[in-house]
């Protein structure tokens, strides 16, 4: 719809009310603002949304791989066709021998519950980027231990670390309860290991029971000989990691079963799914508020500028032209207010950290903590999509609402209002 001069002079007169008719600039100053806030709300929840999924999904598949293979029984005896089968199957882009094990950590009388994991040293070089203190050297070469008494170094996650109050260079005795049978019953193992470096996720669970070490020092402290208990897989397209190993599940039938992120993790990102999808129905109830202050303000005017409306169909001015003056009014609102709330909605989520910060000063009270929230910061990431959907619809609500007051302009009767002027 493209406005003539005249119409478009029209509009930005009726946008810009006199000095009498300051209540209906106020009404339409409301309404700006509304579409303002329900835009900017929408964008950030939503931008933060993703970001939650993002970072989740970057944080597990980086520990997990897309994709697990689970050995029926716990132990994969020939794991090594196994992997070779598994690098050989295609869309495969990394496949490694993998034991994971919850077992107990003690140090100066403190217990803590750990999740070994033994790593190739592949996996564990990839630690690097996380490291908050300490070196992996010595977990990459563990024929050649840096602790001088032999003890084999380890990596530790930060939290774990900080419960049991262990620093880099202290030796953490790790204990195997299902150990060597002796006359006298099981005799749990318990061997010390150097702790070399202390890593950090992000994820609260992780970093606090996370201890890796190199595989072959797992199989000697778990009895288990040259097995393992899973293999990690990662592939060019994790959403469809399922359907492009589903062809090595079929060939490992018997011997092992094929698990991916989605299942490992099934309740947490479904749950993430339902509370977007929520969040986003109901912020954009804000948004259907404020187009319903557009359609009143606008009414409003309608009836103020009746006269005016009568004088312009008596001078010439078609119902074509009424229409589109006040469809152009209502739509420069929605404009006007969805690019003020982008803005805003980014300016947001640039200072968002910040704002957390505040708040937890302002009411003494923490809003992040990690043990609930799995992650340490407050994460986001917009979608241009997403942003899209979001502004065609504040465009289109706008647009919708315009409608009715602009018809009934453009049916105004100048015989009937000005039958007495």
Do not use: C
């Not at 000095?19 to 933060?48: C, D, P, Y």
């Not at 994820?203 to 020092?217: C, E, L, R, T």
């Amino acid at each position: 719809m493209i406005l003539s001069r005249f119409e478009w002079t029209i509009a930005r007169r009726y946008l810009l009310p006199g000095k009498g008719e300051a209540f209906i600039a106020l009404v339409a100053g409301i309404s700006l603002a509304a579409v303002m806030l329900g835009v900017a709300a929408l964008v950030v929840v939503m931008s933060v949304m993703n970001g939650f999924r993002a970072e989740l999904f970057d944080k597990i598949v980086g520990l997990n791989g897309h994709a697990v293979i689970q050995a029926y029984g716990g132990r994969l005896d020939n794991w090594r066709q196994v992997l070779s089968q598994t690098r050989a199957t295609p869309g495969v882009t990394h496949a490694s021998a993998l034991i994971e094990q919850p077992l107990l950590a003690s140090f100066n009388g403190r217990v803590a519950a750990i999740l070994l994991r033994g790593n190739t040293a592949e996996d564990i070089a990839g630690l690097r980027p996380k490291l908050v203190e300490g070196g992996l050297a010595g977990l990459l070469t563990p024929a050649q231990p840096a602790d001088p008494s032999g003890a084999s170094d380890i990596a530790i996650g930060a939290r774990l670390a900080e419960n049991l109050g262990v620093r880099v260079g202290d030796a953490l005795t790790i204990i195997n309860p299902a150990g060597r049978a002796t006359p006298f019953g099981t005799v749990p193992r318990e061997i010390s290991y150097r702790v070399a470096a202390i890593f950090e996720v992000g994820i609260y669970d992780y970093d606090n029971q996370f201890v890796v070490m190199p595989i072959a020092d797992a199989q000697s402290l778990l009895l288990t000989g040259d097995t393992v208990g899973m293999i990690e897989v990662r592939v060019t397209d994790p959403d469809h990691a399922a359907q492009m190993l589903a062809p090595l599940g079929r060939r490992l039938a018997g011997q092992a079963t094929i698990t991916d992120w989605k299942a490992l993790n099934s309740s947490l990102f479904e749950a993430l799914a339902v509370e977007r999808v929520t969040m986003f129905v109901v912020l954009s109830i804000i948004v259907l508020v404020a187009v319903f202050n557009i359609l009143s303000s606008l009414i409003m005017l309608v009836r103020a500028k009746t006269r005016d409306i009568a004088i312009l169909r008596t001078m010439g001015a078609s119902r074509r032209a009424v229409l589109k003056v006040f469809v152009a009014i209502g739509s420069t609102i929605g404009v006007l207010g969805t690019g003020a709330g982008l803005i805003l909605g980014f300016i947001f989520l640039a200072f968002r950290q910040e704002v957390v910060d505040v708040v937890q000063m302002l009411t003494g009270q923490n809003l992040w903590d990690p043990k609930i929230r799995f992650l340490t910061v407050l994460p986001a990431r917009a979608d241009p999509w997403e942003i899209l959907a979001i502004v065609v619809m504040a465009l289109a609500l706008s647009l919708l609402a315009t409608i009715y007051p602009a018809r009934r302009a453009a049916a105004t009767d100048p015989v009937q209002v000005l039958r007495y002027e």
